[in-house]
């Protein structure tokens, strides 16, 4: 789907939605043990995308203040390589359970604050949150499969 013609806010929202339900059934059932063992993408495992994941939630609540303010402009670009690894080494330390948590509360967080600009053009927020959940979920498939344990 291209994501340059716009998109009703109720069309955005079920994209959105669609990618976190993929991204829910990716990461269900795993333990505490299959969470935090490496692998998943690249080193980073369950647990660490679940944070990423949840950073980047937070991340979309102020680009969309941004564009709301500014009249649709997107951020300027940022350093994202950096701020993933940055957040990262900060969430080394938490367990599965937090990731999982802090996930789930960024992410009624994030849709919360997109309805609030909702009079906007949110077709953006397609890419970067359905299709940024589909490719993680793309990838714990991937590792489970590898490992024997397929959703």
Not at 40 to 61: M, R, T, Y
Not at 101 to 114: D, E, K, N, P, R
Request: proline letters at 3%; glycine letters at 4%; a negative charge.
């Amino acid at each position: 789907m291209s994501t340059t013609e716009r998109r009703s806010k109720e069309e955005v929202f079920a994209q959105i939605d669609a990618g976190w339900q993929n991204w829910l059934e990716a990461i269900a059932d795993l333990d505490n043990a299959a969470m935090i063992e490496a692998g998943a993408c690249g080193d980073w495992s369950v647990k660490d995308l679940a944070f990423h994941i949840a950073f980047w939630d937070e991340q979309g609540e102020f680009d969309a203040a941004y564009r709301a303010e500014h009249n649709g402009e997107a951020p300027p670009e940022r350093d994202w390589q950096a701020m993933n690894e940055q957040d990262h080494a900060n969430q080394q330390n938490r367990p599965p359970s937090d990731a999982i948590a802090v996930m789930s509360m960024t992410h009624v967080s994030l849709m919360h604050t997109l309805v609030k600009y909702g009079n906007q053009d949110l077709t953006w927020a397609i890419g970067d949150f359905k299709d940024h959940y589909d490719e993680h979920a793309a990838q714990v498939r991937t590792w489970r499969q590898s490992r024997s344990n397929p959703v």
